[in-house]
């Protein structure tokens, strides 16, 4: 955990060098994949069980955070978080996390746009050995000829590999 926050402060430091705006926001958004692995580590060691987290807590904290680095220019933005009794071991927090940091990060970037009033939701439920995830927002939508398997930003890549990594599968809803 120390030293994900090392590594976070040397990102926060750099980034304040670079002249850039594109290059910045590059930092800026490593740092928040770092803060997102810390903040798994840091709720580990808040717990009774060391072996599993509970992803409820985790998730509002980083939904919180999240709002707090991208929201700045937007109105009435609001989150909810579904998580029924939920705790993951860090082998599997860590991607999860990540893949709810990339998908709310880019709903807060891109999908109220135009809007003042917004909403995200994150879902998450266990049946037996299965987990469903769902990452969902009211904005403006995905292009119609969007395909995840072919984007180009980092982001979109790192949560294609880490649903591959967790042995699961992703769909795109845009029926809303």
């Not at 717990?47 to 009435?76: C, E, H, M, P, W």
């Not at 995200?120 to 969902?136: A, C, D, G, P, Y």
Request: include cysteine; aromatic fraction near 6%; hydrophobic fraction near 40%.
């Amino acid at each position: 955990k120390n030293n994900m926050q090392i590594i976070s402060s040397l990102l926060s430091l750099q980034s304040s060098t670079i002249k850039n705006p594109e290059m910045r926001d590059i930092f800026m958004e490593s740092q928040n994949r770092v803060k997102s692995m810390s903040m798994i580590h840091e709720q580990l060691y808040q717990t009774d069980d060391i072996a599993k987290i509970d992803f409820k807590i985790y998730v509002n904290g980083l939904i919180k955070s999240l709002f707090q680095i991208y929201s700045f220019g937007l109105k009435r933005i609001r989150w909810n978080v579904n998580i029924e009794d939920v705790k993951l071991d860090i082998e599997t927090a860590i991607p999860c996390g990540l893949i709810i940091n990339e998908l709310v990060s880019n709903s807060l970037k891109h999908a109220f746009k135009d809007a003042h009033d917004g909403k995200i939701t994150v879902n998450m439920r266990k049946n037996k050995n299965l987990i469903t995830m769902e990452v969902s927002d009211n904005g403006i939508g995905l292009p119609t000829n969007f395909e995840v398997e072919k984007a180009s930003t980092l982001g979109l890549k790192l949560v294609t590999t880490l649903v591959e990594q967790l042995e699961g599968n992703m769909v795109i809803d845009r029926s809303k």
